[in-house]
């Protein structure tokens, strides 16, 4: 008797410690691929996919900063993301993949210029085409309004007008989304989207969902196309802006944390990171950077 409980006890045993080795090689899997919460894991729809965040492209030595880099620079990138197998995409392709299962490519990634400036049209768009890769374009709306003027037009600092917007969205390679259309601010007072101090929920709901609507009907009638994506002007925000946004339809957000994005469900839509790119660097150094 003693012999058989001591060999059923063994028994357990083992099984026991092959279950736990299980486990954790499950985990160690589905951790390799990003996951940090196993019971939602779905290692089909896990993502990894780098955002590479630019501003404008110079020529003018002194423009250039970490936010105006020269477009040689800006045609390197394009080159080496294609000698190392990228292909650029849309953040709505990523949208399209968790709602309707669309098919990704093996490595995307996403270029993004923050802002509308008009060197996204003279210098960046032609690369763009040059080299049929793909960029979503966040202008600021009233900017482009300006634009319309011609004493606001000047190639070292204008923005684009909604012509030239229209014209990029026209041509496959470009997205035009939501950048605010009057909320591009950083002053004692806005901060952004963010909050202000001393203004109550409702006000501030309010005046987020005013300016977000307009900068939307803006886009819409110069594209014909809604955006998905918002975009926070120098990554400000509150506690309640991701759910007004969210409340207006929007089906992702892009912030400025520089962070590679390992993406498991829409809900992680929500907090795209992106790496800004500086300038005065390679493009082998700076994809090296962000472990490209």
Not at 73 to 95: A, C, H, N, P, W
Not at 105 to 129: H, Q, R, S
């Given at each position: ?8 006890q063994?028994e ?60 040689s620079?800006?045609?390197d ?9 990228y ?11 968790f709602?309707n299962?669309?098919k ?49 037009r ?17 041509s ?11 909320l ?9 989207a963010a ?14 969902k ?33 759910k ?31 790496f800004?790119?500086?300038d ?13």
């Amino acid at each position: 008797m003693t012999g058989n409980k001591t060999g059923h006890q063994f028994e357990y045993r083992m099984r026991k410690i092959i279950s736990i080795i299980t486990a954790v090689n499950i985990m160690i899997c589905l951790t390799g691929c990003g996951y940090e919460n196993v019971q939602k894991a779905d290692a089909e729809k896990c993502i990894r996919i780098p955002v590479l965040m630019y501003h404008g492209l110079t020529e003018y030595e002194e423009l250039r900063n970490q936010y105006m880099i020269h477009p040689s620079l800006f045609e390197d990138d394009l080159r080496y993301l294609m000698k190392q197998g990228y292909t650029t995409i849309f953040v709505s392709e990523i949208v399209d993949f968790f709602e309707n299962g669309k098919k990704l490519p093996e490595k995307p990634v996403i270029l993004t210029f923050d802002d509308g400036y008009l060197n996204n049209y003279t210098y960046a768009f032609p690369l763009l085409k040059k080299y049929r890769c793909k960029a979503v374009i966040s202008p600021i709306g009233i900017s482009a309004d300006e634009a319309q003027d011609e004493k606001y037009r000047s190639p070292k600092w204008s923005q684009c007008k909604w012509e030239e917007l229209k014209e990029m969205s026209s041509s496959g390679l470009v997205q035009i989304e939501n950048h605010t259309f009057s909320l591009h601010k950083n002053t004692d007072t806005v901060h952004g989207a963010a909050k202000k101090r001393n203004e109550s929920d409702e006000e501030y709901e309010k005046r987020l969902k005013e300016d977000l609507t307009e900068a939307n009907n803006r886009i819409c009638k110069a594209t014909g196309r809604k955006p998905c994506t918002f975009v926070y002007p120098f990554g400000a925000k509150s506690e309640s802006t991701e759910k007004i946004v969210r409340s207006l339809g929007f089906k992702a957000i892009l912030d400025c944390e520089s962070k590679m994005n390992v993406i498991s469900s829409k809900e992680d839509l929500f907090h795209i990171h992106r790496f800004l790119r500086p300038d005065r660097l390679s493009a082998q150094d700076f994809m090296r950077s962000v472990e490209l």
